[in-house]
T-cell receptor, first 117, second 113 residues
């Protein structure tokens, strides 16, 4: 149980275009999902917290107009990188938290590698 | 702001050696603590977690970790590593209210056959 998927797993886009990444919780409902960015050989950095039915909460330094997050249902959150630039190239990882439980555990997706040319 | 540090950037061991990866956090309140592992080309997987009770936590694949509140530490241990343990290991902490999930910088473990 507790499987999180991401689509696509790998995407290449041209500079100036927009890219949408999907994050789905396959066997549980997630009121809260998280988006992280991981640079090569570095740790995950939280970009934003996505709550179903409300606006996402962005971490300091993350441009909310550039990284659009929509948590339209209890099993789906999307991250859209708008007007992508080469410096946006990175590994984007989502996670989802089941509503029950008291340990705030998160289940992670496999990640999406974005390359902007 | 809350932070998590991991003592070693890269650890190289031979098979059957014992492992201890250090993790310290900076938060004075009650926390939940996690160790995640990322095998090459794979997604993050939970190794073990602590949120209350016995400070010695046992996880999957023979790993364990000890929470020492006075030292703000949550070190990961395994008595005998295998080649298949080669991976990146991340310590993470979240506060009692479910806010501020913070990862450490990670420790790369290379186990030589």
């Amino acid at each position: 149980g507790a499987v999180v998927s991401q689509h696509p797993s790998w995407v290449i886009c041209k500079s100036g275009t927009s890219v949408k990444i999907e994050c789905r919780s396959l066997d549980f409902q997630a009121t809260t999902m998280f988006w992280y960015r991981q640079f090569p050989k570095q740790s995950l950095m939280l970009m934003a917290t996505s709550n179903e039915g409300s606006k996402a909460t962005y971490e300091q330094g993350v441009e909310k107009d550039k990284f659009l997050i929509n948590h339209a249902s209890l099993t789906l959150s999307t991250l859209t990188v708008t007007s992508a630039h080469p410096e946006d190239s990175s590994f984007y990882i989502c996670s989802a938290r089941p509503p029950e439980g008291d340990s705030y555990e998160q289940y992670f997706g496999p990640g999406t590698r974005l390359t902007v040319t | 702001a809350q932070s998590v540090s991991q003592h070693n950037h890269h650890v190289i061991l031979s098979e059957a050696a014992s492992l201890e990866l250090g993790c310290n956090y900076s938060y004075g309140g009650t926390v939940n603590l996690f160790w995640y592992v990322q095998y090459p080309g794979q997604h993050l997987q939970l190794l073990l977690k602590y949120f209350s009770g016995d400070p010695l936590v046992k996880g999957i694949k023979g790993f364990e970790a000890e929470f020492i509140k006075s030292k703000f530490s949550f070190n990961l241990r395994k008595p005998s590593v295998q080649w298949s343990d080669t991976a990146e290991y991340f310590c993470a902490v979240i506060d009692l209210y479910g806010q501020n999930f913070v990862f450490g910088p990670g420790t790369r473990l290379s186990v030589l056959p």
